[in-house]
Each structure stands twice: as C-alpha cells, then as structure tokens.
Nanobody, 116 residues
Framework: QVLLVESGGGLVQAGGSVRLSCAAS????????MAWYRQAPGKQRSLVAR???????AYIDSVKGRFTISRDNAKNTVYLQMNSLKPEDTAVYYC??????????WGQGTQVTVSS
C-alpha cells in the first residue's frame, strides 16, 4: 500500500506559478514511476508529466518548457513546478504512483485554477 498526499494547489493569475507537492508513504520501495495527471471539468483524467525511478522525465507537449517534475528521494516527495500558467491548465491535479507490480495508487487531488 502507498499513501499519497498532495498539496500546493490554489488560485493563480495567468502567467503565474504554482508548485504542487506529493508526499508518499507506505511501501515506497516498490514505486517504479510517479506522475502527475489532471482532470478538467467535463474531460477525462490525463497524464501531464512522469518521472521514473532512475530520474528520467517526460511531459505532454502542451506543458513542455513550462512545467518541471522532480523528486526528492530523501523526503519521498515528488513536485510539479508549473510556470507561465494558462487558463487551460485549470484542473484537478492528481499524483500517481505506479509500483513495479503495476499496481497504481492515487492521491486525493488538488485544485489548480488559473484566472485570465
């Protein structure tokens, strides 16, 4: 079992920045990959960025150059630094942990609202 607790969402103006945090606890040594997903109203949840256990990262095209995913292994925490935010980035952001066993765990979600 892995417990994920997110923090850092809120209301920000377009062009602003927000940093999301996701603290993991439990069977963390089984985690292969961590990722951030988002779900906008009326849309499906979709991948935003991911980071593997060896530190390699990947992003969807619409956030490349604006978002940065990183991890602090000492704190068992993954971050999503979001810069140059746009109204279309408004969504509930979810932290995801995928174990080597392919089991998935999710955080509770944190709302990010970007005003124009």
């Amino acid at each position: 079992q892995v417990l994920l607790v997110e923090s850092g969402g809120g209301l920000v103006q377009a062009g602003g920045s927000v940093r999301l945090s996701c603290a993991a606890s439990g069977s963390i040594f089984g985690i292969n990959r961590m990722a951030w997903y988002r779900q906008a109203p009326g849309k499906q949840r979709s991948l935003v960025a991911r980071i593997t256990s060896d530190g390699s990262t990947a992003y969807i095209d619409s956030v490349k150059g604006r978002f940065t995913i990183s991890r602090d292994n000492a704190k068992n925490t993954v971050y999503l630094q979001m810069n140059s935010l746009k109204p279309e980035d408004t969504a509930v952001y979810y932290c995801n942990a995928q174990l080597y066993s392919r089991d998935d765990y999710w955080g509770q979600g944190t709302q990010v609202t970007v005003s124009s």
